[in-house]
């Protein structure tokens, strides 16, 4: 069965580094790979997905995400992070025989120190 | 467009009662699913619908109930609610059934069972 991990739970970074979030996925085929974030009390917010073509992929607030077939990873970047990204940030990935059905990872928890 | 909605947003109850979450989304999407929150475990499955009258069983259906009358409306039941079902619960859209649609996320309801 199809899987994805989130090695980190927890990250903290200060702010104006760089930020670096790891999904590494267990599937037989190329998935569709994506990442949300959701802020304390809200829902989740798509910051990028890719599916085909390029493999390093922009998305919104600044992030980025490079799809490593070779690693099964698609890691999420940011090079300078700003106090409003701390938040939840979920991988998940798309399968097209499972009907849309996204299977996450547990997620990391990004907090940003001033 | 007001997207997703879920009513209600927090929701107490005691061990044997029944509920109905309530979501709804005005953008046409033919897919809708529920999902549940637990900490450390992303996002899970719990129902879907491809259409008005179609609904199948994601990865955790056990003690729920969906049903799909109309394209707008894809409420969630807890026949018989038990503190396990304690959790966020996300209703989600999308335009299509494809791995690499879009899909996009209600604010969440939080349950509490007692």
């Known amino acids: 069965a199809q899987s994805v991990t989130q090695p980190d739970i927890h990250i903290t970074v200060s702010e104006g580094a760089s930020l670096e979030l790891r999904c590494n996925y267990s599937?037989?085929?190329?998935?569709?790979l994506f990442w949300y974030v959701q802020s304390p009390g809200q829902g989740l917010q798509l910051l990028l997905k890719y599916f085909s073509g390029d493999t390093l992929v922009q998305g919104i607030k600044g992030f980025e995400a490079e799809f490593k077939r070779s690693q099964s990873s698609f890691n999420l970047r940011k090079p300078s992070v700003h106090w409003s990204d701390a938040a939840e940030y979920f991988c998940?990935?798309?399968?097209?025989?499972?009907?849309?059905?996204?299977?996450f990872g547990g997620g990391t928890r990004l907090m940003v120190k001033p | 467009n007001a997207g997703v909605t879920q009513t209600p947003k927090f929701q107490v109850l005691k061990t044997g009662q029944s509920m109905t979450l309530q979501c709804a989304q005005d953008m046409n999407h033919e897919y809708m699913s529920w999902y549940r929150q637990d900490p450390g475990m992303g996002l899970r499955l719990i129902h879907y619908s491809v259409g008005a009258g179609i609904t199948d069983q994601g990865e955790v259906p056990n003690g729920y109930n969906v049903s799909r009358s109309t394209t707008e409306d894809f409420p969630l039941r807890l026949l018989s609610a038990a503190p396990s079902q304690t959790s966020v619960y996300f209703c989600?859209?999308?335009?299509?059934?494809?791995?690499?649609?879009?899909?996009?996320f209600g604010p969440g309801t939080r349950l509490t069972v007692l």
């Open positions: 599937y037989g085929a190329t998935p569709y």
């Open positions: 998940a990935v798309g399968y097209n025989n499972a009907g849309n059905m996204l299977t």
């Open positions: 989600a859209s999308s335009t299509g059934t494809s791995g690499s649609d879009t899909q996009y």
